[in-house]
């Protein structure tokens, strides 16, 4: 660390126990709603970020348990574990940011289906120009899920199975320009 670099932590713990919740049964696109007798639901999260003139950084972590406790089963709303891991340089010189951004997910079992992991990786570029006519823009282009994985969000498939979760999307390119206007 230097002087002007700038770093944040957050922990979060939490430890839940619930009786009579109640959830959706997988059961298809149309889900139905059962009784738990009895869950717990604990986890941690954890975030933290470095910044300085050049470079930046982030990762956030979070494990989620939540299990009907009678049954030993995984609850259907229980999240996979995620890492997500960002890095980026800066070059004042032109006003631009570079980035990588790496989300990692653990497989999951509910009671009737698993699901799988995966590994996104994200490329981005963020400009802020400077000059008096464009001062206050911002012009992003990214690209999303670079490597094109096929993946499932683990709670849409936890509640409806794989017949009624669509992939999570594809390698997309996005270019947005935004414009900060002060009051």
């Known amino acids: 660390l230097q002087r002007g670099d700038g770093l944040d932590l ?6 839940n126990s619930i009786t009579d919740r109640i959830a959706t049964a997988p059961s298809g696109p149309n889900p139905n709603y059962v009784n738990i007798a009895q869950s717990r639901i604990r ?13 930046f950084g982030r990762v956030a972590a979070s494990h989620i348990e939540g299990i009907d406790v009678l049954s030993g089963d995984v609850l259907t709303s ?8 960002e890095v980026g340089h800066r070059f004042p010189a032109r006003n631009l ?3 990588w951004r790496g989300t990692f997910t653990q497989s999951i079992d509910y009671p ?3 699901v799988p992991g995966a590994a996104i990786h994200d490329l981005f570029l963020t400009w802020r120009p400077d000059n008096h006519v464009m001062r206050d823009l911002t012009v992003q282009f990214a690209i999303n899920n670079v490597t ?6 683990a709670l ?14 594809g390698r997309d390119f996005r270019l947005t320009v935004g414009r900060t206007i002060e009051f």
């Open 156 to 169: 849409d498939v936890g509640a409806n199975g794989f017949a009624g979760a669509w992939p999570q999307r």
């Open 97 to 99: 940011e570079l980035g």
């Open 10 to 15: 957050k922990l979060t713990a939490f430890h």
């Open 148 to 153: 094109d994985e096929l993946y499932y969000n």
């Open 43 to 55: 986890g941690v999260e954890l975030e933290a970020g470095y910044e300085s003139d050049r470079w």
């Open 78 to 85: 229980t999240p996979a574990s995620e890492l997500m891991l």
């Open 112 to 114: 009737t289906v698993s």
